[in-house]
Each structure stands twice: as structure tokens, then as C-alpha cells.
């Protein structure tokens, strides 16, 4: 008779200490993402009420890794991950440092605001693939579904946190101390990363080229039928769930009373949710395939936008952001993995750069699209539209 496997629970990769380390990390680094995600949307809700310009804020951040997304996972792969983990966080300190400095001088426009939220999205880019690469081969390969779980649990309690402090600091002591910490918590981040002993282990047969690593790895997900599906569905996912993001900024000014708190509290919801949606994942996975949870978490997306198209109140969109997040991180943890388990390790941080360019590439065009469409119509309308081509692709 053989012995039954051991149970493996939604937090057992918190008990590696490195893992528990770096997780800790990325949960901090996710914080200081919201954090000025935040304050840059409400910013520029305070510098125009164009529907575009603010829904360009999100196409500002995501559209670096897309244009980025593949070299960054290429060097992920042939240089010291550890290094060039740290180095992302010092540069994210110090675009920070930039937008206090543009806030504190009034120097602050919309064109300029753009241009520091894509050098923002840089480092998001430089640092996503190589925290991707490095999350196997800390953990064993039975534990990756659940350390891609707790992935998420940082990334959406990081959208409670960040939103609920950048929210508070706004209507307290405004947006240039939105920054400040942000600056402060992503030195801190690139420090903690110091503390870190992986030895990198040089590839045998020497030390690929850029090009060339990057030709090697889209040869291979070329190849990859799991992978080519992969990319495609969750490029379809994001083009159509990112509008509900995109033009949130507008939908909370546009309810009852709305304004940075109602920002704060969707946002929150959103998050509540998908990290609900997480800890309940490990039964879910055992009652459905993948597939299905692919399925029915994008149908549950879609209805959630609706339902925020058409919501007077937050006593309406409070519920929906939460089934929205639940959705969300259901569809993109079930892809990620597939992700995960369709890729050998040598060529992992490219996979993974691909997976994020996908998700990244359907957001930036996703949110100016969206934004475009509520410009020319409405909000109502841009975000019915998403709702129903979500359904039917």
C-alpha cells in the first residue's frame, strides 16, 4: 500500500524560508505597484476628465512589458537572477524619487505623468520574469500551484493595502507622499533581496547572447502548442477584463458620493476577492479542470463588468469588484500554471516574459481601446461592449 502524499495547503510554501523571504518581498514590491498606480490614476483624474487620458495611465504602465517582456526574460535566464532582482528595485526607487520631485516643484502635467508611469512600468517589466523564473526552483513541483497561489495572495492583498494607504495619504497629506513611501518601501524591497544567498550557476556551455537567447526562446513557444494556447487565451482574457480597471478611476467619481475613497474601496473589493478566490482554489482545482476554471472564471469577469456599467452605487459595485477579483484571479492563476508546468527550465524566464508580454501587451491596447470608445460614447457603453465581446471570444 503505498503512503498517502502529504497535504499541501494554500500557505505550505511559507514554511521554506527562502521562499517565505522572497514571497515577502514581492508582496511589498506589489504594494508599492498599487501605491502608485493609485495615486497616478487619481492624479490624472485632478489634470483632465478626458476618458482617455485617464485610461492611458493603465496602457502607460502595462505597454512596457510588452515592449520589454522577452528581452528582460532573456536576460533573466543567462544573468545572476538575484542581481538583476535588486537592480530592478532601485530602479523603481529611484522613478520615484523623479515623481516627487515633479510633484513637490508643481512641474506635474499629463503628457509628463505618462512618461513616468511607463518608466515606472520599465521596472515592472525588468523584475516579473526574473521573480517568475526563480519562484521553481524554490519550491518542489508538487507546491508550484500553491506558490503561484500565494503569488496572487500577495499581488491582490498588495490591492488592499497599496489603494487603502495611497488612499490615505492622498486625502491626508497628498500625492507626493503617495510617493515618497513608495521611494522609501522599494529601497527597502532591494535590500531585503541583498539578504538573499542563491549561487548562480553559469550555463556550461558559456553565457548566451541577448539575441540569440531571445531567438531560442520564441523558437520554442513557437513550437509549443500548450504554450501558443496559452498565450491566446489569456490575451483574449485581459484585452476584454482590463477595461474594467482601465476606466475604474471614472466609474467611482461617477457613483453616489464618489470620489478617492470610493476609488480605494472598489479597488479593495477587488482584491478581497481574489484572495478569497485563492485561498478556496486548491478545492476548486479538485472539482473542476483547468479549463473549466478558465471558462467560467471569464464569464464571471464579464458579468461583473455589466454589472459595474450599470451600478448607482457602491452598495451595487462593492459586490461586483469582488466577484470581478475572484474571476480575475481565478482565469490568470489556472494559466499561469499551465504556464508554469508547459516550460523546462532553461527557457522559463522567456516562457514566462511571453505569458506576461501577453497579458501585459492585451491590457495596454485593451485600456486605449476602451478608453477610446467611452471617450467617443460613454463609460456605460465602452464597458457593455467589453462585457458581451467577453462572452462571444
Given at each position: 500500500m503505498r503512503p498517502t502524499p502529504p497535504r499541501i495547503g494554500?500557505?505550505?510554501?511559507?514554511k521554506l524560508p527562502v521562499f517565505r523571504m522572497l514571497w515577502s518581498t514581492w508582496l511589498l514590491a506589489n504594494i508599492c505597484m498599487w501605491m502608485n498606480d493609485v495615486a497616478a490614476a487619481w492624479m490624472m483624474t485632478t489634470l483632465t476628465t478626458t476618458p482617455l487620458w485617464v485610461a492611458?495611465?493603465?496602457s502607460a504602465s502595462t505597454l512596457p512589458v510588452f515592449l520589454l517582456g522577452l528581452p528582460s526574460g532573456a536576460l533573466a535566464d543567462i544573468l545572476d537572477r538575484r542581481r538583476w532582482l535588486m537592480a530592478t528595485q532601485f530602479w523603481l526607487?529611484?522613478?520615484?524619487?523623479?515623481?516627487?520631485?515633479?510633484?513637490?516643484?508643481?512641474m506635474m502635467t499629463a503628457p509628463l505623468l505618462l512618461a513616468l508611469t511607463f518608466a515606472n512600468g520599465i521596472g515592472l517589466a525588468l523584475r516579473w520574469p526574473v521573480f517568475a523564473a526563480i519562484v521553481p526552483e524554490l519550491v518542489p513541483r508538487p507546491q508550484l500551484p500553491a506558490a503561484l497561489g500565494l503569488n496572487g495572495i500577495a499581488m491582490n492583498a498588495s490591492r488592499i493595502i497599496g489603494?487603502?494607504?495611497a488612499g490615505a495619504l492622498i486625502a491626508s497629506a497628498g500625492s507626493l507622499w503617495v510617493f515618497v513611501l513608495n521611494a522609501v518601501m522599494?529601497?527597502?524591497s532591494g535590500f531585503i533581496v541583498l539578504r538573499w544567498r542563491r549561487e548562480h550557476t553559469p550555463n556550461p556551455l558559456g553565457r548566451e547572447k541577448l539575441v540569440s537567447a531571445m531567438r531560442v526562446g520564441v523558437q520554442f513557444v513557437r513550437q509549443s502548442l500548450r504554450m501558443?494556447?496559452?498565450?491566446?487565451?489569456?490575451?483574449?482574457?485581459?484585452?476584454?477584463?482590463t477595461a474594467l480597471l482601465a476606466l475604474l478611476p471614472l466609474l467611482a467619481r461617477g457613483l453616489e458620493g464618489g470620489g478617492a475613497g470610493t476609488f480605494t474601496l472598489l479597488l479593495a473589493a477587488m482584491g478581497s476577492g481574489a484572495i478569497s478566490a485563492v485561498l478556496v482554489m486548491p478545492r476548486l482545482r479538485q472539482a473542476y479542470v483547468r479549463d473549466q476554471l478558465v471558462l467560467r472564471g471569464a464569464l464571471l469577469q464579464s458579468a461583473a463588468t455589466a454589472v459595474m456599467a450599470v451600478a448607482p452605487n457602491t452598495w451595487v459595485a462593492v459586490p461586483a469588484m469582488f466577484f470581478g477579483g475572484a474571476a480575475w484571479i481565478t482565469v490568470a492563476n489556472s494559466l499561469s500554471v499551465s504556464a508554469q508546468l508547459a516550460l523546462p527550465d532553461w527557457v522559463r524566464a522567456r516562457g514566462m516574459s511571453m505569458f506576461q508580454m501577453s497579458i501585459m501587451g492585451a491590457s495596454a491596447f485593451g485600456a486605449a481601446l476602451w478608453g477610446h470608445i467611452a471617450t467617443g460614447s460613454s463609460l456605460q457603453a465602452s464597458l457593455l461592449i467589453a462585457s458581451v465581446t467577453g462572452v462571444l471570444m
Open positions: 494554500p500557505f505550505t510554501p511559507l492611458l495611465v493603465q526607487a529611484g522613478v520615484a524619487i523623479v515623481l516627487c520631485a515633479a510633484v513637490a516643484l508643481d489603494p487603502l494607504v522599494s529601497v527597502a501558443r494556447a496559452v498565450l491566446t487565451r489569456i490575451s483574449i482574457f485581459f484585452l476584454h477584463s
